[in-house]
């Protein structure tokens, strides 16, 4: 939900997601279609409730933000990402043809720190509302 946040406040933006996830219930969503990310494909997720809890968020760590977090945000669960055009291509086209609407259910909050390469876990904050 965001792109970026200073590692140094992990636990300042830890308890902020735990605040916003006590707050909450679980959340639905829609998954609507396919969207092709350039390097990677994803699904496209609608929901007010989710760009609820965006704004909430967007509003605690608004002097944390840069560029990329003031963009339009468009929610999405990316499938491939960090591959050759013609992957992410065939990749959409094949999604496409199949793709079913669904409703999903977003259950709480995960806090991921991006290590160089891989990611690391650092918690979830589950909904409970």
């Not at 704004?55 to 990402?81: E, V, Y």
């Not at 013609?86 to 959409?92: F, G, K, R, T």
Request: hydrophobic share 45%.
């Amino acid at each position: 939900m965001v792109h970026r946040l200073p590692g140094e406040y992990l636990e300042r933006v830890a308890a902020t997601l735990e605040e916003v996830a006590e707050k909450t219930g679980p959340i639905s969503a829609d998954v609507i279609g396919m969207r092709h990310l350039g390097a990677g494909v994803a699904f496209t997720i609608a929901s007010l409730e989710l760009q609820h809890v965006h704004a909430q968020l967007r509003s605690a760590f608004a002097s944390w933000l840069g560029g990329q977090d003031m963009q339009k945000w468009q929610p999405h669960i990316t499938i491939q990402n960090k591959v050759s055009r013609s992957e992410a291509d065939a990749l959409h086209r094949a999604l496409t043809m199949e793709f079913k609407p669904c409703a999903i259910s977003i259950t709480g909050l995960d806090l991921w720190r991006y290590m160089q390469g891989p990611w690391q876990h650092e918690a979830t904050m589950s909904f409970q509302r």
